[in-house]
């Protein structure tokens, strides 16, 4: 196999790859339109056994536990408004209702709206609620929070590293909830502490519930819209089973309704770029269970129980993450499994080698200042790391090119003898020690390359309208002018005028060959300019050391007299 097919394999696998994509997104699922009974009558009891401060999980959480709040009975209740250098939200005492990120605009343009990740709306509906409910089981009742102080708003000032925002709640029998959401400069998690004291004079049962309820998007599938490619869904996360996830579409609940005890894990709702988690206190177990409601699905995290005697009291914390998914702040966290949150596929192996991509990308970006040209550094690094196999492959293509007449001269002598030409040609091979297959094995690397790369620029939220120069303002949209993709195909076509072609080839496939680079041109003009540019680093280099290795093994200059 010589150069030209090595480009044809290749091509072959990016077009047959980006195809069965666009197949997968045009017949995955559709979320559900109608709406569906719930479901949390069904579910099944708790095991016991499971850490919790003075009690079990309960064990049959109730309705009140997966019914998603309404809008309506949202809006009733007292909220404060507040500020901080990336975070906007509007915070009620059983959790947050509208939360922007003040540093992700959506658009490019001027005076852009800040991203909406938590909203009110009711076709956009997305809240995370924490709830305390006072008694067991079905006939448990949420209780109701009151801001302490009478501020509806309040800002981080200038100077300030923290802001605490303090609800309660009290009961007629004199137990006291007392919550604190506290917001940290810089920071996009939330500390959210409860601590619960029994005042009356009988002993009190309650529990906290968290839950994250959304309206799923309705997303155009297409090629052009990396959105589409993204996950969006519920995920959760166990010491004993690891990251597990459940898409939002109509088999959101074919595997049942999860039920399951876990201490030490989380659970979030996942969408493109950015992503909303609840993180229980890591040493008190809780029910985790998926649900839906109407046109809302979410997932809930139940427990633990608290049995409080007179004049007892417990506590109960968990951090509440809103915002993008960056990898530097998730790492800082310290909680095992929470990077899966930067979901680069479902795939282990696609996932752990965008893992180590974007490793080396951001020590790059650290270093030169520019993701566009931490792109060009990667492929540098790559070529260096893959150069014994490259070297091998451009060699192979140069003797190739090299016996070309000697080739021609065998398939004249044999003419439609192909074993006989066959035999010849491999004794050929064997006698000027030339590997056939040399050419095959960059290529499977490369490939692999290729394809994580894709879903690290379409995930990673670091490279969200990441300029690179001059007319690429966002390496994760399309080249807007076509310019990278253009060049691409010219260095295809430059490397095809390079190489012969391969000895034997039918005549069709030949014209095949010519017609590709025009062919991968036009797909990747709808590919993000990250990855055009990542091609046309990786093929102008290519070329480039084509040319040297053509010129060292390729025709011997001729002897001058």
């Known amino acids: 196999m010589n150069q030209t097919r090595n480009l044809l394999f290749f091509a072959w696998l990016a077009v047959a790859t980006l195809l069965w994509m666009q197949w997968s997104a045009d017949h995955a699922p559709k979320a559900p339109a109608t709406a569906n009974a719930t479901t949390a009558q069904s579910a099944p009891a708790a095991t016991a056994g499971v850490p919790s401060p003075n009690g079990t999980i309960p064990?049959?959480?109730?309705?009140?536990?997966?019914?998603?709040?309404?809008?309506?009975?949202?809006?009733?209740?007292?909220?404060?408004?507040?500020?901080?250098?990336?975070?906007?939200?509007?915070?009620?005492?059983?959790?947050?209702?509208v939360a922007d990120l003040l540093q992700y605009p959506r658009s490019e343009a001027a005076n852009s709206e800040p991203v909406r990740l938590l909203d009110t709306a009711p076709t956009q509906f997305y809240a995370a609620n924490s709830a305390w409910m006072s008694g067991a089981g079905a006939s448990a009742k949420p209780l109701a929070f009151a801001p302490v102080d009478a501020a509806?708003?309040?800002?981080?000032?200038?100077?300030?590293?923290?802001?605490v925002v303090p609800f309660e709640a009290r009961t007629a029998e004199g137990v006291v909830?007392?919550?604190?959401?506290?917001?940290?400069?810089?920071?996009?998690?939330?500390?959210?502490?409860?601590?619960?004291?029994?005042?009356?004079?009988?002993?009190?049962?309650?529990?906290?519930?968290r839950q994250l309820v959304r309206v799923p998007q309705q997303l155009k599938s297409s090629m052009v819209n990396p959105e589409s490619y993204s996950f969006h869904g519920a995920t959760w996360f166990s010491p004993s089973d690891g990251y597990e996830r459940r898409r939002f579409d109509d088999k959101y609940l074919k595997d049942g309704h999860l039920d399951k005890t876990i201490s030490g894990g989380w659970l979030a709702i996942l969408q493109h770029h950015f992503f909303v988690a609840w993180i229980p206190q890591k040493d008190q177990g809780a029910l985790y269970a998926l649900a839906q409601n109407g046109m809302q699905d979410s997932i809930s995290a139940s427990g633990p129980q608290f049995t409080l005697a007179p004049g007892q009291s417990g506590s109960s914390d968990a951090r509440l993450w809103i915002g993008p998914k960056l990898v530097s702040q998730l790492k800082?966290?310290?909680?095992?499994?929470?990077?899966?949150?930067?979901?680069?596929?479902?795939?282990?192996?696609?996932?752990?080698?965008?893992?180590?991509?974007?490793w080396i990308l951001s020590h790059l970006h650290a270093l030169i200042g520019n993701w566009g040209w931490a792109i060009i550094g990667l492929v540098v690094l790559l070529k260096i790391a893959l150069f014994p196999l490259s070297n091998a492959q451009y060699k192979?293509?140069?003797?190739?090119?090299?016996?070309?007449?000697?080739?021609?001269?065998?398939?004249?002598?044999?003419?439609?003898?192909?074993?006989?030409?066959?035999?010849?040609?491999?004794?050929?091979?064997?006698?000027?020690?030339?590997?056939p297959m040399g050419g095959c094995l960059p290529v499977i690397p490369q490939m692999l390359i290729f394809m994580t790369l894709y879903w690290v620029l379409s995930e990673?939220?670091?490279?969200?309208?990441?300029?690179?120069?001059?007319?690429?303002?966002?390496?994760?949209?399309?080249?807007?002018?076509?310019?990278?993709?253009?060049?691409?195909?010219?260095?295809?076509?430059?490397?095809?005028?390079?190489?012969?072609?391969?000895?034997?080839?039918?005549?069709?496939?030949?014209?095949?060959?010519?017609?590709?680079?025009?062919?991968?041109?036009?797909?990747?003009?709808?590919?993000?300019?990250?990855?055009?540019?990542?091609?046309?680093?990786?093929?102008?280099l290519g070329l480039a050391q084509q040319w040297y290795m053509l010129r060292k093994y390729g025709e011997p200059k001729a002897k001058t007299a």
Do not use: C
């Open 59 to 97: 064990t049959a959480p109730g309705a009140a536990l997966v019914q998603p709040v309404q809008p309506a009975v949202v809006q009733a209740m007292p909220t404060v408004e507040v500020r901080t250098d990336v975070l906007r939200l509007q915070l009620a005492g059983d959790g947050v209702q």
């Open 152 to 163: 509806r708003s309040v800002s981080l000032a200038p100077a300030q590293q923290q802001l």
């Open 177 to 209: 909830v007392r919550r604190e959401y506290v917001l940290t400069r810089g920071s996009y998690v939330i500390a959210v502490r409860d601590r619960v004291r029994n005042d009356g004079t009988a002993a009190w049962q309650g529990y906290v519930s």
């Open 332 to 358: 800082a966290q310290d909680v095992p499994g929470l990077d899966r949150a930067v979901d680069y596929s479902r795939f282990a192996l696609f996932a752990m080698l965008g893992q180590g991509l974007f």
């Open 396 to 435: 192979s293509a140069a003797q190739m090119r090299r016996f070309q007449p000697r080739l021609q001269q065998l398939k004249e002598r044999y003419g439609d003898d192909k074993q006989k030409y066959q035999q010849a040609m491999l004794e050929l091979y064997k006698k000027e020690k030339i590997n």
């Open 460 to 540: 990673a939220v670091e490279l969200r309208q990441a300029p690179w120069i001059g007319w690429i303002h966002d390496l994760t949209a399309r080249d807007p002018y076509f310019i990278l993709p253009v060049l691409n195909a010219g260095i295809m076509f430059a490397t095809q005028h390079m190489m012969p072609a391969a000895p034997g080839m039918d005549p069709t496939q030949q014209k095949m060959m010519k017609f590709m680079p025009l062919i991968f041109g036009v797909v990747l003009m709808f590919l993000p300019a990250g990855l055009v540019l990542y091609q046309v680093a990786n093929g102008g």
